[in-house]
């Protein structure tokens, strides 16, 4: 059964700490997307890869960082240096570059203790 | 001006008739339109892209885009208490920008 997934589900972080967020996919996509989704706002787009071993920063990739090591895996790492962490995050994958259809996974909400 | 426009809602609109949802955007060399459904609390579900000017038509769904006019829409037909969402448009850039821009949103509940 392919798809998308995103571990896990509800993520709490405390102030200072770093936290990694999952996503995996076994579509043999090669492009995976991050976007981070706050109430009354549009998606924003976090880091992007379209290929292993490289990915590009997004619209607003401070505090982020990411890694692609693995084609099916893009984990999402929120550093302690985002101060407005709370939000859900959206992982995403296509089959080829940007100009493929982008398909989401389950999501990962993320709260501040 | 934002890249991606949609009235925000809510659009109450009564079962069975047909809702329409509208979009603009601001590139002009704007390549590709998706419409997306995101049920509360769940990650955004692709409905339909459009490429071309005109409609596309899939079952109670029609996106019609208007390069000319740089507007994208979406029609629901005979719409379902199912169909109460939000939806998303999507635009994907030209000229080397090739990343989606995403609109906020339009929360659409159909009444019974």
């Known amino acids: 059964d392919g798809g998308i997934t995103q571990s896990p589900k509800y993520l709490f972080r405390k102030e200072g700490q770093n936290v990694t967020l999952s996503c995996e996919q076994n579509l043999n996509h090669d492009a995976m997307y991050w976007y981070r989704q706050d109430p009354g706002q549009g998606l924003r787009l976090i880091y992007y890869?379209?290929?292993?071993?490289?990915?590009q920063k997004g619209d607003i990739a401070e505090g982020y960082s990411v890694s692609r090591e693995k084609k099916e895996s893009f984990p999402l790492t929120v550093t302690s240096a985002q101060k407005n962490p709370t939000a859900f995050y959206l992982c995403a994958s296509s089959k080829g570059a940007l100009e493929e259809t982008q398909y989401f996974g389950p999501g990962t909400r993320l709260l501040v203790l | 001006q934002k890249e991606v426009e949609q009235n925000s809602g809510p659009l109450s609109v009564p079962e069975g008739a047909i809702a329409s949802l509208n979009c603009t955007y601001s590139?002009?060399?704007?390549?590709?339109f998706f419409w997306y459904r995101q049920y509360s609390g769940k990650s955004p579900e692709l409905i339909m892209s459009i490429y071309s000017n005109g409609d596309k038509e899939d079952g109670r769904f029609t996106a019609q885009l208007n390069k000319a006019s740089q507007y994208v829409s979406l029609l629901i037909r005979d719409s379902q208490p199912s169909d109460s969402a939000t939806y998303l448009c999507a635009v994907r850039g030209g000229g080397g920008n090739e990343k989606l821009t995403f609109g906020t949103g339009t929360r659409l509940t159909i009444i019974p």
């Open positions: 890869s379209q290929i292993v071993n490289d990915f």
């Open positions: 590139d002009r060399v704007s390549q590709s």
